[in-house]
């Protein structure tokens, strides 16, 4: 669950509201909480607060009670203040100081709340570039924002991330086609289904047919390339955070990986990488870019 107004009201310091936003990075979300031990402790506070923000707006997008729609109005309002006047929220009051450290804009923080938004209903995509417009709203913005924190603006590091960014976006929906479905929401293109001849009620089944399988691999197949495009952002990346971009590269390498182990059948269990899993991606992952630098 997020953190709200009331745990740390708008009388608490910012040092209050950058503990609050590590309390949510460091103890509520597996991805995260296994690769935040790697980041460079003079940036690890900002990080945690960019991840709050992006946490708490999908957690108003998918978990919230009442009416989604009011909820994520009403944060965006919240960043008006951010940039207009004082914040309530102890992650706004966070995001706030990042955005002024860091001469952020905007725009990567209204793309995010937006593409929350769009996800309210029944959510389609009739054509992969549809899907793809929809992770420029939904994960291009994440990766835009850890660039502005490490001080890269460059035109070329931005569409690297973006592909990074797009990827494991993309592998987040071929692992979660059921519990998606289970919430109105097939990222799956319509034109694809259309092409391999998949129904959405072969979504809800407990097992996948050999149509969907077929599906799930042309999926993954053009996800992989989206990763190996994004590759040469760490290689642009210095110090310990070229280890963290790594690893979250390679984390969703390893999803796909999962999916193609299970033989696409993502709707009979769950394709996940286990905690030892990722301790064990972090070690290699550390050792190979260790290599990598002494050669």
Request: proline share 4%; aromatic share 8%.
């Amino acid at each position: 669950m997020a953190v709200t107004a009331r745990t740390v009201g708008p009388d608490r310091s910012c040092e209050e509201a950058y503990a609050a936003c590590a309390e949510i990075a460091e103890g509520h979300y597996e991805n995260f909480s296994v690769a935040s031990r790697l980041l460079p402790r003079g940036i690890r506070k900002y990080m945690y607060a960019i991840y709050a923000f992006c946490r708490h707006t999908d957690d108003l997008g998918d978990e919230a009670s009442g009416d989604r729609i009011a909820l994520l109005e009403e944060w965006e309002r919240e960043l008006v203040q951010v940039y207009r006047g004082d914040p309530k929220h102890p992650i706004m009051i966070a995001i706030k100081d990042v955005v002024q450290r860091f001469s952020i804009c905007d725009e990567p923080f209204r793309k995010l709340i937006h593409a929350n938004l769009l996800d309210q209903g029944h959510v389609r995509f009739d054509t992969y570039r549809d899907l793809i417009r929809y992770c420029e709203h939904s994960a291009v913005p994440v990766g835009q924002m850890v660039l502005y924190l490490l001080g890269d603006r460059s035109p070329e590091s931005r569409s690297l991330s973006a592909a990074t960014c797009t990827a494991l976006q993309l592998t987040n929906f071929w692992q979660d086609v059921a519990r998606d479905f289970a919430m109105d929401r097939v990222y799956i293109p319509q034109e694809d289904m259309v092409r391999f001849g998949v129904a959405e009620s072969d979504l809800a089944s407990n097992s996948a047919s050999p149509a969907l399988k077929s599906l799930l691999r042309f999926e993954v197949n053009r996800t992989l390339e989206l990763f190996e495009k994004g590759a040469p952002l760490v290689n642009r990346i210095d110090g310990r955070m070229r280890l963290y971009i790594a690893l979250f590269s390679k984390s969703g390498l390893r999803v796909l990986k999962a999916i193609q182990a299970c033989d696409y059948d993502v709707l009979s269990k769950r394709p996940t990488v286990t905690t030892i899993g990722k301790l064990w991606l972090a070690i290699s992952t550390a050792a190979r870019l260790a290599v990598l630098k002494r050669a």
